[in-house]
Each structure stands twice: as structure tokens, then as C-alpha cells.
Nanobody, 123 residues
Framework: QVQLVESGGGSVQAGGSLRLACAAS????????TAWFRQAPGKEREGVAG????????VHADSVKGRFAISQGNAKNTVYLQMNSLTLQDTGVYFC????????????????WGQGTQVTVFS
């Protein structure tokens, strides 16, 4: 059973940066899509970015293109989300999800989920 653990969340001033990490244990996620989602208070969970860990191919939501970048570690069991130029609208709980054949922005079909890490952007 794969377990995903997110880290790196925190509070940051608008315009600042954070780097999130998603570490997988108990199995491999190297052959499928791993993605980052976020959920703001009162809003639905939305896809932020995804990576096909076998090939390193990435996709990013339009709202974060040019500001966020998903990547993976050399061992491919850790996926990162570098977040730059953060805005108040980026506030929310960020979740890591894995084990789906095709990266999708909808939070359905992903077999494994982490517990989430809080990101708070203040002015």
C-alpha cells in the first residue's frame, strides 16, 4: 500500500515562494501520473499540476503556469511543487495524489492521496 506524505507548506507573504514535497513509501509510483491538487475554503478541490513520473512529462493548470513547476527527484519517489509569485488566491490545502494513468484536473480516479499541507498566503 503506497503512502503519500506532503511537506513544505506554511505561511508566506504574497509574492513569495514555497516548495512542497510529496514522498511516497510502501510501493512505487514511477509508472503513472502523480499530481498536486489544492482546495481553498468553501471551494472544490482543483488540479494544479501533474507529472508522468516515468517520462518526466508535466502539465500545469492555466492559473499557475509560469509560476508553479512540478518536478520529481532522481529516485522518482518524491514529487515537488515549486511555487513562486504566490498570491492570496493560492491559499489552501495542497494534496498529493497518485496512481492514475492519465493526469486529470478532476480529483477522481487517483488511487492514493496524502493528508495535505496548508499553504497560507498573506498580504
Amino acid at each position: 500500500q503506497v503512502q503519500l506524505v506532503e511537506s513544505g507548506g506554511g505561511s508566506v507573504q504574497a509574492g513569495g515562494s514555497l516548495r512542497l514535497a510529496c514522498a511516497a513509501s510502501g510501493g512505487t509510483i514511477s509508472n503513472v501520473c502523480t499530481a498536486w491538487f489544492r482546495q481553498a475554503p468553501g471551494k472544490e478541490r482543483e488540479g494544479v499540476a501533474g507529472i508522468y513520473t516515468r517520462y518526466g512529462l508535466t502539465v500545469h493548470a492555466d492559473s499557475v503556469k509560469g509560476r508553479f513547476a512540478i518536478s520529481q527527484g532522481n529516485a522518482k519517489n518524491t514529487v515537488y511543487l515549486q511555487m513562486n509569485s504566490l498570491t492570496l488566491q493560492d491559499t489552501g490545502v495542497y494534496f498529493c495524489a497518485a496512481d492514475v494513468l492519465v493526469c486529470t484536473s478532476a480529483p477522481t480516479g487517483y488511487r492514493y492521496w496524502g493528508q495535505g499541507t496548508q499553504v497560507t498566503v498573506f498580504s
